[in-house]
Every structure is written in structure tokens, then in C-alpha cells.
């Protein structure tokens, strides 16, 4: 499987000539989610859901799809029908030859005033790779490689830390960095990955690894 890190929360998997892409959201790239066979939405937010990025893949390949939560789908079914499946916690199905099972129901919370919405996160391949969204939840199953929401309004470091420990990855993978400026970057390379427990990593923006 090769993992390539777009801008902010987005990511690409391909696997044996197919690609799953994950959150393509308004911090991507424009082109974030063109080439893919399937698209996994987590949550309705702007930096994970962009609707012009969708409409980019789904019109370059006419047999790609798209798996979300309810609150996403409602917004675009009637732009792509037939192409839109509805998925929950607990929900297994396959997406361009990967199989993935639905883990989470709600967002972290941003502000106790701040009325929470939905989110779901993805199990790629019975815990090969999994990506949170906006949450951290901690899945039923072993996880090879976490996608890490390393800095966001709604978490702390003490907390991102803590969630890497709880998961115990073999390794994690920063996302949800485009708030992130490059100065701070050693602090919490340094303290995740002298804490965390697992070999804490990052991928520029367009650059790859193989799991």
C-alpha cells in the first residue's frame, strides 16, 4: 500500500492500481482527489468536505464513489446520484479494493458552547491505516499506522500524546497540520515522538511511503 500525505487532512491510499482518498477538504489541494476510485468524507467541516473537490473526482472518473456520514451525504446526493453510500459506526463495506470499517459517531468537542456534529473515522484493511477525522477515537482493533490530527482548535498536545499511547500505533502520521506553522513543528515532533510511544512521522504535502 502506498500512503501519500496531501495539504491539511487528506491523504491518498492505491493499492494494486486503485486509489482511496480521504477528506479532500477545502486546506487540499484542488486536484486532492482527482484519479480517485472511491472518496471517504469523516465530517460536514470545510477543511475535510469541499464539494469542488468531489464534483473534480467523481467527473474524472464516472465510476468513482463516495462513502460519508448522513450530514454529508444529505448535502450531496442529489449532486451525484446513485454515487453517494451513507455509512456509521460499525459499518464495514469495500472502496476501490480496500476494506473498511466505520469507527466513531461524534466530534471532539471545540467549545462547550459549540453544538457537537457527527464524525466517523476509517479502518483501512483490518487496521493498516486509520484516520480519526475529528476525533480521537480509539478503535476496536490493532492499528498499524494512525493518521494523527496533530493540532487543531479542539486538542492540546498533552491530549494528542495521550491518544497516540491509547491507540499504540506502530507508527503515526501528522494531519490535520495546516495550522500548524513550520516554527513550531520540532516542538511537537520532539515531544510526540518522546512520548507518544510509537515512531512519530511526517510527510510533506505530495510526498509518499510505503506501509
Known sequence: M????????????????????I???????????????????????????????????????????????RSVAEKISAAFPGRVHTVG??????????????HGELHAVIHPDIPRITNVGYLVDGGRVFHPGDALTVPDHAVETLMLP??????????????????KPQRAYDIHDALLADLAR???????????????????PGTSADL
Not at 496533530?150 to 491507540?167: F, L, T
Request: net charge negative; glycine share 10%; hydrophobic share 40%.
Open 23 to 69: 477528506d479532500p477538504g477545502g486546506f487540499s489541494e484542488e486536484d486532492a482527489a482527482v484519479g480517485a476510485d472511491a472518496v471517504l468524507v469523516t465530517h460536514e467541516h470545510p477543511d475535510h468536505f469541499d464539494e469542488g473537490r468531489l464534483r473534480a473526482a467523481l467527473e474524472g472518473n464516472p465510476a468513482a464513489e463516495i462513502w460519508t456520514l
Open 150 to 167: 496533530v493540532m487543531a482548535p479542539w486538542s492540546k498536545i498533552s491530549e494528542v500524546i495521550d491518544y497516540v499511547r491509547e491507540v
Open 89 to 102: 459506526h460499525g459499518d464495514t463495506f469495500t472502496a476501490a479494493g480496500f476494506d473498511i470499517q466505520v
Open 186 to 204: 520540532p516542538i511537537y515532533d520532539r515531544q510526540i515522538g518522546a512520548l507518544g510511544g510509537a515512531e512519530h512521522l511526517r510527510l510533506a
Open 2 to 21: 502506498k500512503l501519500t500525505k496531501k495539504s491539511h487532512a487528506c491523504v491518498r491510499l492505491e493499492k494494486g492500481g486503485r486509489t482511496l482518498v
